[in-house]
DNA sequence: CCTCCATTGCAACTAGTTGTTGCAATAATA
DNA sequence: TATTATTGCAACAACTAGTTGCAATGGAGG
């Protein structure tokens, strides 16, 4: 019956720890759930029924519906940084947009750049973006970098604008057209913008 | 005492008229709460409230939510397909290009966009958006005829693609970058892509 | 093996939301 | 002035976000 001295200060790691896999199950919950009824329609309810795992056990972890699509979108990023140097100016922009397209031509990539536009500015959601965007667009820019020292780059050319536009078609093409920015498309866009930001 | 012989059918336009300040008192509301708060936190009550309105004299309008928002979009919609002919390609874009960025830097032409795309392809607002889009479609890509018949078009420009592109630009830069898309940048825009349609 | 103790499941709850309905008051128009 | 649709009002059901208290569970350290 002799109660713990409350000196001792509790074991950090001690009890039953947090299931890896009840965190994955949730968030591939959301991004299905996501894909299927869009940010809107999204119940966290419906979400821990797919995840088979209580709804309690959803806000224990991510306070509001917000931060767990954050959270789901989040775990969906995709390295661009990690596009190469292929030699030529037309060739980085091909490199660069092809994963780009390629996420978002998938339907959880669909939804996940729909949410992210359609939360506002400061939303967990938005903030979140913003800063996963920060994070890629220097190595990104590399690109711009490269071309200027080949010669490649037109002088009055902002390196911002050229890469905006790029992404930007792509997400006009996939969340207004709703047709998919992959292919002779995409291809056909690059030269497009190529000529835009290319010297000569 | 004598009741209305009931073979006699109703006069269409009897009784109390819809007051036509209702629906426009609506839908200002409406664009102002999507501004305030966005297409996720807009409640149909506090609608009502700002329009100072009943609950019900909204439902009684419109059906659902999506169709109330469908219909203060509808109301805000610009005519693009009045983009003079300004004698050259880049005149002509600059011309669509300037009301579109117009649009889309005022708060409710922010919210309505980001609304627009946030809903899925199957929803009330985007059927709308795409019917409007579809108007102004062939309009629009007079531009590129004119621009053709000019020899000023590059053969192989795709002018959907080229217009979209345009389009995309300005959405990433409003809905993503949160920055304004009209003045030099909007100039900077258009010379980058009168440069990947131009011949030469 | 066995005792901690954090995690999980469960159920009940508050509060706000969408959308509906019946009824009384109102206000144009013929 | 009588007609008749429109409006306001209040109550309603169903769903959702988010919270809370308690019991059951199960991994990790002893």
């Known amino acids: ?16 720890p947090r299931g890896a896999s009840v965190v994955a199950a949730i968030l591939t919950a959301v991004r299905a759930e996501l894909a299927e009824t869009g940010l809107e329609g999204l119940s966290v309810d419906r979400v821990a029924r797919r995840a088979e795992v209580n709804k309690t056990s959803v806000y224990r972890r991510w306070p509001t519906k917000e931060a767990l699509v954050a959270a789901a979108m989040d775990g969906l990023r995709t390295d661009f940084a990690a596009s190469p140097d292929t030699g030529s100016l037309r060739g980085d922009l091909h490199a660069l947009a092809t994963p780009i397209a390629d996420l978002l031509s998938r339907p959880e ?13 400061a939303s967990d959601i938005a903030s979140l973006a913003a800063h996963r965007m920060s994070e890629q667009v220097s190595p990104v820019f590399a690109i711009a970098e490269r071309a200027r020292d080949r010669g490649e780059w037109r002088d009055d050319a902002d390196p911002h604008q050229v890469i905006f536009t790029l992404v930007g078609a792509i997400l006009h093409r996939v969340l207004l057209e709703h047709a998919d920015p992959t292919g002779p498309w995409l291809d056909s866009l690059v030269e497009l913008v190529h000529r835009g930001a290319a010297a000569n």
């Open 1 to 16: 019956m002799t109660s713990r001295d409350p000196g001792t200060p509790r074991r950090r790691d001690a009890g039953r």
């Open 109 to 121: 990539g669909t939804a996940l750049a729909r949410a992210a536009i359609s939360s506002g500015a």
